[in-house]
């Protein structure tokens, strides 16, 4: 009841149990889950005295919700609540910080038109019927600037396309070359930079089809040395250290192609930056001391003060690759097994939407 949560004026907010869901506010709001349930209970009991002069039916179904939104204040029993901000710019405070809470779940997803008209990201005015022939003059020539050139991509190519920025949907550019990993696989590199917004993204994604069994790495890492491996981590992989009961799940980060080092880097300062309620007036100071240690420790790993210690890569994909300083021997610090993949890991990873083996006959 005591969880942080700041609603963005963009949010609904959700409550599964009672099909109750709330639309978007005026203004974005800082509150707690016993804060939002109380002004709900307060706005529903306002208009009660009109609601039984008008319908006792009525009445009675939202005493019912009120005595129901009491009852999870009182904590009688669980509920669900769901936040769903377009914007991205809501958040429920995690109990267990950088850790997942295992209470709380966040799922990113691609904008509707409806909600970027919503957000004022793109213009809301009335599209031209395409059956038009100066409509569809246009639609062709943007085709023919789309359709890709059958030439054959030299192995040193940078290939540049146009395209928006997903964030403030400016035009900005895509930069994609192929690189060759010895002893893995071809790998497609994309870097997008936004003069707009300033926005900057690179990715790793996969050249090849996606394997038939997933792969877990683990490294003993004992030495200075072992910072400076190259490592790939796809966007499918998850990566953990035991040693400093961090865990990061598949996805976070999205694809990237660095050092050891600079992976962990990377963790740092997104954690150090982007974690909500971890600083700030709205940090509670045990919290904040122990987000601030977690830190320390993940910090001391990068400076080689904390050897040895243990990164385990796990991709269902088989898409991710930490280097073998003794390619082509086996490395005496690395593991790797492969595994089959489980239900729902083939389904996070489309492949059962994508299965045509019954189309086969």
């Known amino acids: 009841m005591n969880r942080q949560i700041v609603r963005n004026f963009s949010a609904t907010v959700r409550i599964e149990e009672l099909d109750m869901e709330l639309p978007p506010i005026k203004s974005t709001r800082l509150t707690t889950v016993e804060g939002l349930l109380s002004g709900i209970i307060q706005d529903l009991e306002g208009d009660q005295p009109a609601r039984r002069e008008q319908s006792i039916e009525i009445y009675n179904a939202i005493e019912n919700i009120i005595a129901k939104l009491k009852g999870y204040l009182r904590n009688e029993e669980p509920f669900l609540l769901t936040i769903n901000d377009p914007s ?46 100066e409509q569809m003059d246009t639609i ?88 400076s491996r190259d490592i790939l981590k796809s966007e499918t992989c998850a990566l953990s250290i035991p040693e400093i009961n961090l865990h990061l799940t598949l996805g976070t980060l999205g694809g990237r192609f660095t050092t050891v080092e600079g992976l962990l880097r990377q963790v740092y300062d997104d954690l150090d930056r982007e974690t909500p309620f971890s600083s700030g007036d709205s940090a509670v100071q045990e919290r904040r001391e122990k987000f601030r240690g977690f830190l320390q420790q993940l910090d001391d790993l990068i400076e080689g003060k904390s050897f040895p210690f243990n990164l385990i890569l796990d991709d269902p994909a088989s898409n991710s690759y930490l280097q073998n300083l003794y390619a082509p021997d086996n490395d005496p610090n690395m593991t790797i097994e492969t595994y089959a993949r489980n239900a729902e890991q083939n389904e996070s990873l489309g492949l059962d939407t994508i299965n045509v083996d019954h189309y086969a006959e």
């Open 88 to 133: 991205g710019n809501s958040y429920i405070e995690s109990l267990q910080p950088p850790n997942l809470d295992p209470s709380l779940s966040m799922r990113v997803y691609q904008r509707t038109r409806e909600q970027e008209i919503q957000l004022g990201m793109v213009s809301d005015e009335v599209e031209e019927d395409s059956s038009k022939p």
């Open 140 to 227: 062709k020539e943007e085709d023919e600037e789309m359709k890709p050139v059958n030439e054959e991509v030299g192995a040193e190519e940078v290939i540049t396309f146009h395209t928006n920025c997903h964030i403030c949907n400016a035009p900005c550019e895509t930069h994609m070359k192929q690189v060759d990993i010895p002893h893995f696989k071809n790998v497609i590199i994309m870097a997008t930079n936004c003069d707009g917004c300033g926005y900057k993204s690179n990715e790793v994604k996969s050249g090849g089809a996606i394997a038939d069994k997933g792969t877990k790495i683990t490294l003993k890492l004992v030495c200075e040395e072992d910072l």
